[in-house]
């Protein structure tokens, strides 16, 4: 980072933080109170406060504060409202100076407790904050004991319209809205963008982060001026615990156990959550969290699916992996607020979360050198007599860390009717490997040694094997040797920010409703860098066969003969390295062509009018983005012995890396309009229209340009692509909610998005002249005879609807009085078109990946008394995964339907048991290809249940 940007940084802040002694002006005519629940346990966020006689509405804040400002002198009602509560009027006198102190109280009719703890407490509180929203959204709350529906944040977003998880491993990872791609949302983690520890996408696994730890997650799908404007699924903004959230201390514990039905293992969760003020003006907030996890997963892979002459479809290659995981989790949070005087609060947020992932994979490959000499529509026998048959086993021993770190300090000031808020933020994410052994492997080729092995294709899922002859031999473990062994010394990823951030806003009280006019700026400050050095060896003694490091295998699916151990080749690499022989040419290739460093800057400043009645609100104005780059990365190019490469015969095997280095700037207009109106009661209409950017992501953007040239002098490669456009939509929503008088909401939305220059994969093929000889291509510069580039496409257009329904049923008998529904449905038409073959001018339409057509979310949930239960079921449908050179090699991922269930149990009323039981029905994951119209397995998962059971004690 250069030193101009390092002072320019330092005088923002300074400027900043010295808003926060600006002398205070008191205003006559100002309301100021806290809405809280009976208990005054905790501030009620996203209360509406309406002065009746003035038609002047406020929303409150997470701490239940609420302020009028420029009120005449008299006397007013004042009417509060909050789902799941009764309506409260009170009567409030104001003087013709100074502040006005108006303190609200909230009550249920049914029972004071279900405001803030337990899943009706959550329904509430995340209907309320719906409700009150500027613009389209979604809302996840924890309850006043520090209780949230799901294991991590990504788990606890399956359950809002709209929203899809991506698994890994079984375990959600990544958030789709609306079925778009996860890289086209954006996340926030106590309003400072979370960096991805990941060196390919600009998105962030969710499952980095414990719920444990989070207050809320709101899901802004429609956007306003004053927010960053790049995003076209949705804002993702997760904020950790205050202790001004809270009136009252807040100490508890929760220790668990978990239960993997493959693995078989028992391993633990602790967490401890604590909030407490330690004067009336300065609060301290914060929680740790453990978990710790193992599982297995049985897995079977495919690819190069082909069809021999006689018409009999098989798959070039075939993969059994046999994974065993184990995955580590610490979280820790703290919050420090200051309210300096009454006008000025401070705060300082800072989180810690660190994800170790140990994997291990047993791999069994099926390498088919020659068609299958002969079969059917469900089977294919392959006969070493016919063709060479490979046989690969290897063993992966790779460990990594992900980190996630972030400090942000802030506040804002209040005098009349100015508002300043300001803050300054660093956030730093990380993934690193140094020493994972991926893979070691050994193989054996059959040519005519009798082995011959059928394929039986009838499972479109589960293809299985059997050897007709040649078990004995293809089982042998004593005729697989060392192929190599692939060292990863270093894996290093890292993504950093800072940022700072300054809003200022007056608002004008007008008769029927207040205009507010704010403005703002905002610098972000990013570099993000991947270093990679891999190693590879052979085994220069001889000596080294699979049968010295035989284990058993856990795979369930099929018996794949010999097996190593998990540790054992780890083991003995390391204690015989003397035997070993570094490939330098392969090491020198592959340590250059992944690193990269891609500084991104941007300045952003916006202007917005806002007016606030008891009816309607609208939100309108514009916002300037100008986004700079300087990408460096390599030009790499690995000739072979034989081929000429500037002119020279190469006489060996020769690796040229030249450094290569881009700068690229470019500005934003991002107009927005909301409109919120509310023509009775309850009943709220929303329509909304801006338009946003998505920044490609920093490894496409980067120069890292890979040549392979053979000794014909063909050259595949693989380019970043310097001059990808950010994609472009014009987004539009339409929605109508109605809350019911008890807990209780139905909701439709309608949206469309017409997005320009989304980024595909495209796969070039150089043709032939005349003679038949191929012309090259060229890309910045490099000639080349294949290659994949990520361009991108013309257009696309995003047509989609929302359902949802939420309720508990209170008002019924005794004991239905217990019952919570909630529902939600989401239709998704995403389509564009790419072209529809190497070379081709033609097009054709897909649909974007990871979109999903159809997504549904069901919630069944009863809590009476002392009883706690939840059925949680989640649907979604298909979707393109990656995009193929033509229509038959587009990989997609096959619907998953989950099941998910839980129980509570009060003991006493600082004690609860719980148990939990994630993925009842065993759902599995099918990734495949539409070749000769059947589903081609692509990759195929299983991961067993999941079983988790603990207690929660509160102080």
Not at 191 to 218: K, Q, T
Not at 559 to 565: A, C, H
Not at 614 to 627: A, H, N, P, Q, S
Not at 828 to 835: I, L, P, Q
Request: hydrophobic share 35%; net charge negative; no cysteine.
């Amino acid at each position: 980072m250069s030193v101009q940007k390092n002072i320019r940084r330092f005088a923002v802040y300074s400027a900043l933080l010295a808003t926060a002694a600006m002398p205070v002006t008191v205003w006559a005519g100002t309301v100021v109170g806290t809405v809280s629940d009976p208990s005054e346990t905790r501030g009620l966020q996203s209360a509406q406060v309406r002065i009746v006689e003035l038609d002047r509405v406020v929303t409150t804040g997470r701490d239940g504060r609420y302020r009028f400002v420029g009120v005449p002198a008299g006397t007013y009602t004042m009417e509060t409202r909050y789902i799941g509560a009764d309506t409260v009027q009170t009567s409030v006198t104001v003087t013709e100076t100074g502040q006005t102190l108006a303190d609200i109280i909230m009550k249920s009719g049914r029972n004071n407790e279900i405001l803030v703890i337990g899943q009706s407490a959550n329904q509430a509180s995340a209907l309320s904050r719906k409700r009150e929203a500027d613009g389209v959204s979604s809302v996840l709350t924890r309850d006043a004991i520090g209780q949230f529906p799901d294991q991590n944040v990504a788990e606890s977003l399956r359950r809002l319209p709209g929203l899809n998880v991506l698994n890994d491993q079984g375990e959600g990872r990544f958030v789709s809205v609306r079925g778009l791609d996860p890289s086209l949302n954006s996340s926030s983690l106590n309003g400072v963008r979370i960096p991805s520890p990941e060196d390919d996408v600009r998105s962030v696994a969710l499952d980095v982060i414990s719920s444990d730890l989070i207050e809320s997650i709101e899901v802004k799908k429609s956007l306003t001026p004053d927010m960053d404007g790049d995003t076209i699924g949705a804002s993702i903004e997760i904020n950790t615990v205050s202790a001004f959230d809270r009136k009252k201390d807040l100490l508890t514990a929760k220790v668990e156990g978990s239960y993997n039905d493959y693995s078989g293992e028992v391993t633990p969760k602790a967490s401890v959550d604590f909030s407490t003020r330690l004067t009336d003006d300065i609060g301290i907030a914060g929680g740790f969290s453990y978990y710790s996890r193992e599982f297995e997963t049985d897995n079977i892979e495919a690819e190069g699916w082909d069809t021999n002459g006689d018409g009999v479809v098989y798959a070039e290659e075939v993969q059994y992996r046999d994974y065993d995981v184990e995955r580590e989790r610490i979280s820790a949070s703290l919050s420090l607020d200051f309210r300096a005087s009454d006008s000025t609060e401070l705060y300082v947020r800072g989180i810690y979360s660190q994800f170790d992932d140990q994997e291990f994979r047993r791999r069994t490959t099926f390498k088919l050198d020659e068609e299958a000499s002969s079969g059917d529509a469900n089977s294919a026998l392959f006969d070493d007599a016919d063709g060479e048959i490979e046989i690969e086993r290897d063993n992966k021993d790779r460990f990594e860390s992900q980190k996630i770190r972030s400090v942000v300090l802030g506040g804002k000031t209040e005098t009349g009717p100015w508002k300043i808020e300001y803050s300054g933020s660093w956030a730093k994410s990380s993934e690193r490997e140094d020493g994972s052994v991926d893979p070691t492997t050994f193989s054996n080729d059959f040519d005519g040694d009798g082995v011959s092995i059928l394929f039986d294709y009838s499972d479109d899922r589960t293809p299985f094997f059997s050897y007709p002859t040649g078990a004995a031999l293809a089982n042998n473990a004593s005729l697989y040797a060392l192929d190599d062994v692939e060292l990863t010394t270093l894996s290093d990823s890292q993504d950093e920010e800072f940022a700072t951030r300054l809003d200022v806003s007056h608002v004008f009280a007008m008769g029927g409703g207040d205009f507010t006019v704010q403005g703002g700026f905002k610098g972000r400050w990013r570099e993000k860098s991947f270093d990679k050095d891999v190693e590879f060896y052979e085994d220069d003694s001889g000596n080294y066969f699979l049968d010295d490091v035989l284990g058993a295998q856990t795979y369930r699916l099929a018996d794949l003969g010999p097996f190593s151990s998990r540790r054992g080749p780890t083991e003995y690499f390391r204690a015989n390295f003397g035997d070993f022989e570094l490939q330098e040419i392969d090491s020198q290739f592959d340590s250059a062509v992944s690193d990269y460093v891609n500084q991104e800057d941007i300045y952003a400043g916006y202007l917005l009018g806002r007016w606030d009645s008891d009816k309607l609100r609208v939100i309108g104005g514009v916002r300037f983005e100008r986004t700079e780059n300087d990408i460096s990365a390599n030009t790499v190019t690995l000739g072979e012995e034989g081929a000429t490469v500037d002119g020279v015969e190469l006489t060996d095997d020769t690796v040229f890396v030249t450094p290569n280095n881009f700068t690229r700037s470019y500005d934003d207009w991002l107009p927005s309009l909301n409109v919120r109106f509310e023509p009775q009661r309850n009943l709220v209409l929303r329509a909304a229209g801006y338009r946003s950017v998505v920044r490609p992501n920093l490894q496409d953007l980067a120069p890292r340009f890979a040549v392979e040239q053979n000794d014909d002098d063909e050259r595949e490669g693989e380019f970043g692509n310097p001059d990808l456009l950010p994609y472009e939509a014009w987004n539009f929503d339409a929605s109508a909610e109605y809350y019911f008088s008890s807990n209780g909401a139905i909701t439709a939305n309608i949206f469309y998005k017409d997005i320009k220059n989304f980024i595909v994969d495209s796969f070039n093929e150089a043709g032939e002249d005349a003679n038949g000889d191929l012309i090259p291509l060229v890309f910045q510069g490099i000639p080349y005879t294949e290659a994949v580039i990520p361009v991108n496409g013309p257009s696309a257009e995003v047509f989609g609807f929302e359902f949802g329904f939420a309720q508990a049923f209170s008002f019924l008998p005794g004991p239905l009085d217990g019952l919570l529904v909630n529902f939600n449905y989401t239709y998704t038409d995403a389509t564009g078109s790419v072209f529809a073959e190497p070379n081709s001018t033609a097009t054709r339409d897909i649909p974007l990946p990871s979109s999903s057509k159809h997504t549904f979310n069901a919630v069944l949930g009863y809590e009476k008394g002392p009883v706690n239960f939840r059925l949680a079921g989640t649907y979604r449908d298909r979707y393109l995964d990656e995009l193929g050179g033509q229509a038959s090699e587009d990989r997609y991922v096959d619907n998953h339907f989950q099941l998910d269930a839980s129980i509570k149990f009060k003991v006493t009323k600082n004690i609860r048991l719980f148990g939990e039981w994630i993925n009842i029905n065993n759902a599995k994951y099918f990734a495949y290809q539409n070749f000769d119209t059947r589903k081609r397995l692509l990759q195929y998962e299983e991961y067993g249940s999941t079983f988790k059971f603990g207690a929660k004690v509160s102080f």
